[in-house]
């Protein structure tokens, strides 16, 4: 069960695009579509943003979007606007168990 | 409306048990399994434990097996953590959360669990 691996900090400017990485093994990101990604204000709860890889529950903005390559998952935010300031985390089921793994979190500063 | 509502965090010393718990509503208990994540001062999110829909089948992470039991009970819709032998890196905030089917697609509110003497 090691964490899967994020960069600690990303930033960007508002209007602009981001991209955080989020890189596993093949026995959780790469093994399987079960990569779901997660916005966390400190003293909040943490808001599901994207599941299965790339998929949106209903309410999140478009402006969120996700994608997979072998053992690499990443999470795309466009048009980033000052509230997109926060933590966000990857996380992988370890298969077809009720396993999970997250990644270390990456703080994404709008400038 | 889903809803999770947590109790039972506090102040606990080393070697110490205490018991969180979750109450559900707004949606089929029995349907989903549950899951209690944790986040330790400046960490990171960590997941703990998940009891799958039945109650049957529960895991655990290496930090925390044999000392945490995750539980729940269909007749009042809650789900618990039974945490024993408590030390000081399981201070944290724990959250309760909804297993969707592999991600979580509702949490409650968090409680502070603070092992200190």
């Known amino acids: 069960q090691s964490a899967l691996t994020q960069p600690a900090s990303v930033s960007g400017s508002p209007g602009q695009s981001i991209t955080i990485s989020c890189t596993g093994s093949?026995?959780?990101?790469?093994?399987?579509?079960?990569v779901s990604w997660y916005q966390h204000h400190p003293g909040k709860a943490p808001n599901l943003l994207i599941y299965?890889?790339?998929k949106r529950p209903s309410g999140v903005s478009s402006r969120f979007s996700g994608s997979k390559s072998g053992n690499t998952a990443s999470l795309s935010i466009s048009s980033l606007q000052a509230e997109d300031a926060a933590d966000y985390y990857c996380?992988?089921?370890?298969?077809?168990?009720?396993?999970?793994?997250f990644g270390g979190g990456t703080s994404l500063t709008v400038l | 409306e889903v809803q999770l509502l947590q109790s039972g965090g506090g102040l606990v010393q080393p070697g110490g048990s205490l018991r969180l718990s979750c109450a559900a509503s707004?949606?089929?208990?029995?349907?989903?399994?549950m899951c209690w994540v944790r986040q330790a001062p400046g960490k990171g999110l960590e997941w703990v434990s998940a009891?799958?829909?039945?109650?049957?089948?529960?895991n655990y992470a290496d930090s925390v097996k044999g000392r945490f039991t995750i539980s729940r009970d269909t007749s009042t819709n809650t789900v618990y953590l039974q945490m024993n032998s408590v030390r000081a890196d399981d201070t944290a905030v724990y959250y309760c959360?909804?297993?969707?089917?592999?991600?979580?697609?509702?949490w409650g509110q968090g409680t502070l669990v603070t092992a200190s003497s």
């Open positions: 009891i799958s829909a039945s109650g049957e089948y529960t």
């Open positions: 959360a909804k297993s969707g089917w592999k991600d979580f697609d509702s």
């Open positions: 707004g949606f089929t208990f029995t349907n989903y399994a």
């Open positions: 093949s026995s959780d990101v790469g093994g399987y579509n079960y």
């Open positions: 299965d890889v790339s």
């Open positions: 996380c992988s089921s370890m298969g077809n168990t009720n396993v999970w793994v």
